[in-house]
């Protein structure tokens, strides 16, 4: 497994991590403990070395997954995990945000604790807490990092102008946001921040939450419990209109001897060296196909191509309901 760095930072990790949500929370129904365990065992088998967690995903039920499932590999792995939801005392999320540095401290003392672990790798702010100063919350993880329980920290889903407020206070190692050829949106302004910066960036979705995939169309039925029944992009109506762009990324497949998700993810690799996608899965060939896209590579003229291609699309759809994009890009 080729290795990358994280930004400008001393965190590296395997060229692509795993999006750990999907085993717990999500995607439909939680897998069965015995099989999210055996499916990140066999990740660090194959040379996986960047795991990402969060409490909300559950909520804490996928920590407790994560840290039970990487206990043996804990000096060979990272492991990103995220703050900043409200979480009432039954363990609901209550929908709201609350990044007071008192309430970050006693997370972190939480996510160690379900984690099993001494120190958090990576921890980020999930989503930017208008109600709290980003200054205060750079402070509060700085704090963290001075005590030995953080190592690096985070962002996910911040402004450009949030992410430099953060930096000037504490190092920002890594920004985590969607992106992928179904949604581009952080090349306007994100990424050239992050350039700037020296930040690593982390693409959650990187497989457009599967629609890259081929696997998903118009007449997919969604689990009740899935998370894309309440996306926009994920109307039957929209599924269909963005299915050109789906036929278009399995045409290159198709022209390189490799699968749709192979391309979309070596897409991503092929943009900057310091970019680490986090495709997520439940099954253990999706993994492999996955992992496999590492090895593709992309010629500058594929690149030129793909973007010629894709830039005639018009892609329908919002990638949120309304109240979940108003808290991101603050």
């Given at each position: 497994?080729?290795?990358?760095n994280?930004?400008?930072?001393?965190?590296?990790?395997?060229?692509?991590?795993?999006?750990?949500?999907?085993?717990?929370?999500?995607?439909?129904?939680a897998?069965?403990?015995?099989?999210?365990i055996?499916?990140?065992?066999?990740?660090?088998?194959?040379?996986?070395t960047?795991?990402?967690?969060?409490e909300?995903?559950?909520?804490?039920?996928n920590e407790?997954?994560?840290?039970?499932?990487?206990?043996?590999?804990?000096?060979?792995?990272?492991?990103a995990?995220?703050?900043?939801?409200?979480?009432?005392?039954?363990?609901?999320?209550?929908?709201?945000?609350?990044?007071?540095?008192e309430?970050?401290?006693?997370?972190?003392d939480?996510?160690?604790?379900?984690?099993?672990?001494?120190?958090?790798?990576?921890?980020?702010?999930?989503?930017?807490?208008?109600?709290?100063?980003?200054?205060d919350?750079?402070?509060?993880?700085k704090?963290?990092?001075?005590?030995?329980?953080?190592?690096?920290?985070?962002?996910?889903?911040?402004?450009?102008?949030?992410?430099?407020?953060?930096h000037?206070?504490?190092?920002?190692?890594a920004?985590?946001?969607?992106?992928?050829?179904?949604?581009?949106?952080?090349?306007?302004?994100?990424l050239?921040?992050?350039?700037?910066?020296g930040?690593?960036?982390?693409?959650?979705s990187?497989?457009?939450?599967?629609?890259?995939?081929?696997?998903?169309?118009?007449?997919?039925?969604?689990?009740k419990?899935?998370?894309?029944?309440?996306?926009?992009?994920?109307?039957?109506?929209?599924r269909?209109?963005?299915?050109?762009?789906v036929?278009v990324?399995?045409?290159?497949?198709?022209?390189?001897?490799?699968?749709?998700?192979?391309?979309?993810?070596a897409w991503?690799l092929?943009?900057?060296?310091?970019?680490?996608?986090?495709p997520g899965?439940?099954?253990?060939?999706?993994?492999?196909?996955?992992?496999?896209?590492?090895?593709?590579?992309?010629?500058?003229?594929?690149?030129?191509?793909?973007?010629?291609?894709?830039?005639?699309?018009?892609l329908e759809?919002?990638?949120?309901?309304e109240?979940l994009?108003k808290?991101?890009?603050?």
């Open positions: 497994m080729q290795k990358r994280l930004g400008k930072s001393n965190l590296e990790v395997s060229a692509i991590g795993l999006g750990c949500m999907g085993l717990s929370f999500g995607l439909g129904p897998v069965e403990k015995h099989h999210g055996s499916l990140i065992r066999g990740a660090v088998e194959r040379g996986i960047f795991f990402d967690t969060a909300v995903y559950g909520p804490w039920t407790e997954l994560v840290g039970e499932a990487l206990a043996p590999y804990r000096d060979q792995v990272v492991i995990t995220k703050f900043g939801w409200n979480i009432d005392e039954n363990g609901k999320n209550t929908g709201e945000l609350d990044s007071r540095p309430r970050i401290k006693r997370v972190a939480a996510s160690l604790k379900r984690l099993g672990t001494g120190v958090i790798d990576l921890f980020y702010q999930h989503r930017v807490d208008p109600e709290v100063p980003i200054e919350v750079a402070g509060a993880v704090d963290l990092i001075q005590e030995g329980k953080v190592k690096h920290f985070g962002l996910s889903e911040a402004g450009a102008k949030t992410i430099r407020r953060a000037a206070v504490q190092r920002v190692t920004l985590q946001s969607e992106y992928s050829l179904f949604w581009r949106e952080p090349e306007q302004e994100i050239p921040t992050l350039e700037e910066l930040i690593g960036f982390v693409p959650f990187p497989l457009g939450k599967g629609f890259l995939t081929g696997a998903i169309n118009a007449d997919t039925q969604f689990d419990t899935d998370f894309r029944n309440i996306v926009p992009r994920f109307t039957p109506e929209n269909n209109a963005n299915q050109a762009l036929d990324v399995g045409e290159f497949a198709r022209q390189k001897g490799v699968t749709p998700a192979q391309i979309a993810l991503i092929a943009q900057k060296p310091w970019m680490v996608p986090i899965t439940t099954k253990l060939h999706r993994l492999e196909e996955n992992i496999g896209g590492v090895a593709v590579e992309l010629t500058a003229d594929d690149l030129r191509e793909i973007d010629s291609a894709t830039s005639r699309i018009k759809g919002a990638r949120y309901p109240q994009q808290m991101v890009g603050r």
